[in-house]
């Protein structure tokens, strides 16, 4: 049973979510996503985020390539959550590319190419534009 971990808010669900669990989910039997919290986001980006944490937990629960979730409350925890969830290989975006080599001696570490012309910020901000 080879399982893959990966992380993120996946808030304002679109299709370069999609696409990157789904990749990622291709490279072992099951995938397990790191959700991060309301106040994770509220750290790392300085606002909340649009879609609440209930919420956006419900949603990847609710995904047929998505085995299990669980709350991501530190950026820093990241070696703990591999070890807790047995995981063989860590995938993210490659806007974390390097970000994650030092859990190389943990699992493997993948970074997937971002899917283009799609994020959260660019569908909020066409939303504004257009109310
Ligand atoms: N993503 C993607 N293509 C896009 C947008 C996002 O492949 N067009 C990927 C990101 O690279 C990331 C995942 O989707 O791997 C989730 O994206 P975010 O919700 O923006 O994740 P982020 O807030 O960067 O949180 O511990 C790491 C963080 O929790 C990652």
Redesign the pocket.
């Known amino acids: 049973m080879r399982t893959v971990i990966?992380?993120?808010?996946?808030?304002v669900f679109?299709?370069?979510?999609l696409?990157?669990?789904k990749r990622a989910r291709s490279l072992g039997d099951r995938l397990i996503v790191?959700?991060?919290t309301d106040a994770?986001?509220y750290k790392?980006?300085g606002r909340y985020p649009i879609y609440k944490e209930e919420d956006r937990l419900a949603i990847l629960s609710g995904l047929s390539c998505v085995n299990g979730i669980f709350r991501?409350e530190s950026?820093e925890w990241?070696g703990q959550y591999i070890r807790e969830h047995k995981a063989d290989v860590l995938?993210?975006?490659?806007?974390?590319s390097g970000k994650?080599d030092c859990y190389r001696d943990l699992c493997e570490v993948v970074y997937?190419?971002?899917?283009?012309?799609?994020?959260?910020t660019e569908i909020l901000a066409g939303i504004r534009a257009a109310s």
């Open positions: 990966t992380f993120g808010t996946f808030d679109h299709i370069g979510h696409n990157i669990l790191g959700v991060s994770l986001n790392k980006k991501e950026l990241k995938v993210m975006g490659d806007d974390w994650f997937l190419k971002r899917t283009a012309d799609i994020s959260t």
